[in-house]
């Protein structure tokens, strides 16, 4: 594991999330549950994060996107008057924490109530105390406030990243050329995966290969990547066995373009994982063989990074054990986030697989 680790949050009154205390991360969280018991939106609340964090102040653009503050406080501004969260990242010199209190302003935003960040040295006994950011302003402080604390404690949130790989339409970017330059990391909706591909056939070889072995296994048909620049900017484009033709992009299914992406980013050198890796539903549009293929990646990415998955599928559950899941359930208005009880369950175990524990509504999680 890495000697970064995200090892609890608070959240409250995001969405359906009424409560969630003291939550403390497994190496790898599957998140299950129904349609509407709140898996995506605990996924979508680190993307929220992530947009709040980002240094061209983007809060209330993410804000209005969402629908404004009204959609996104719990039960609406009648019920929930502010967003309170805070999160604890360790690292190996001590703890680090930021916590936020967001409410509700006219005619329909969210604005700093509180602010806060620390950092508490495991060289020193007790908790260091809280610095404030301030009050009343729009857009994050913590970015705008430069010394060593905040920029430690900035760089770890900001690598708290939520990929989805759902977008394959026509015009989704990952179809299109992207520009050569910009394949250092890749995006959170893979819309530089062909110049983050060639940024590893150029220059981490090993990887690069370990990438194409992986889409092999997945698609036989497959043969490698042509990736090459146009005027700085590059194509997905493959060849397949038996055949010298080439083709692109356009030319893929829904189910092979995120195959390559989810192999891309979780085959790629593990020192670029991010500290917490967020995926929601990885398995939709791919083939049972795929699932297994990417679950198995995930289990190789959870030595390390954290990884959440939101997933709706069984055979995905299947490729993990009872201590990884987290079940969602939906009580009125609220979800209520629990884990299974795994010594209660291993009588279960000697005839069931772990999907078929969920599927069969032993642990909840079903509607």
């Not at 509700?104 to 960040?117: G, H, M, T």
């Not at 959870?302 to 995905?316: K, M, N, P, R, Y």
Request: glycine residues 6%.
């Amino acid at each position: 594991m890495s000697e970064i680790e995200l090892k609890s949050f608070n959240i409250k009154g995001y969405k359906t999330i009424k409560q969630i205390e003291n939550f403390e991360p497994r190496p790898i969280n599957i998140l299950i549950g129904p349609n509407g018991a709140g898996k995506s939106n605990f996924i979508s609340f680190f993307k929220f994060l992530s947009w709040m964090l980002n240094s061209d102040g983007k809060l209330q653009e993410h804000v209005a996107y969402l629908g404004g503050a009204n959609d996104i406080l719990h039960d609406g501004v009648d019920t929930t008057k502010s967003i309170d969260a805070e999160i604890s990242i360790n690292n190996k010199f001590g703890i680090n924490e930021y916590k936020f209190s967001l409410m509700f302003a006219k005619p329909d935003k969210l604005v700093f109530r509180e602010e806060f960040y620390r950092f508490s040295s495991f060289k020193k006994e007790g908790q260091a105390s809280w610095s404030s950011c301030g009050v009343g302003h729009e857009e994050a402080k913590l970015p705008q406030v430069n010394n060593k604390t905040t920029n430690v404690i900035l760089n770890l949130l900001r690598k708290l990243i939520v990929y989805q790989f759902h977008n394959t339409s026509d015009t989704a970017p990952m179809r299109l050329k992207w520009s050569q330059s910009d394949g250092r990391w890749l995006k959170q909706n893979g819309e530089n995966l062909a110049s983050f591909l060639y940024r590893l056939q150029e220059e981490e070889k090993p990887y690069y290969m370990r990438i194409v072995r992986y889409v092999r296994l997945v698609l036989p048909f497959f043969d490698d990547f042509v990736l090459y620049p146009e005027f700085g900017q590059i194509l997905l484009r493959w060849k397949e066995k038996g055949t010298n033709k080439e083709f692109n992009a356009g030319q893929a299914s829904d189910g092979m373009l995120r195959t390559i992406a989810l192999i891309s980013l979780l085959g790629q050198n593990p020192k670029d994982l991010p500290t917490v890796l967020f995926l929601d539903e990885p398995e939709l549009g791919l083939h049972p063989s795929a699932i297994d293929t990417v679950a198995g990646l995930i289990k190789t990415a959870s030595s390390h990074c954290q990884v959440f998955v939101a997933t709706q599928s069984i055979s995905l559950v299947n490729n993990f054990e009872l201590e990884d899941l987290v079940v969602i359930d939906r009580k009125g208005r609220n979800s209520i986030y629990h884990r299974p009880d795994s010594n209660s369950l291993k009588v279960y175990l000697d005839d069931f697989s772990v999907g078929q524990i969920w599927e069969k509504n032993i642990i909840g999680g079903r509607p």
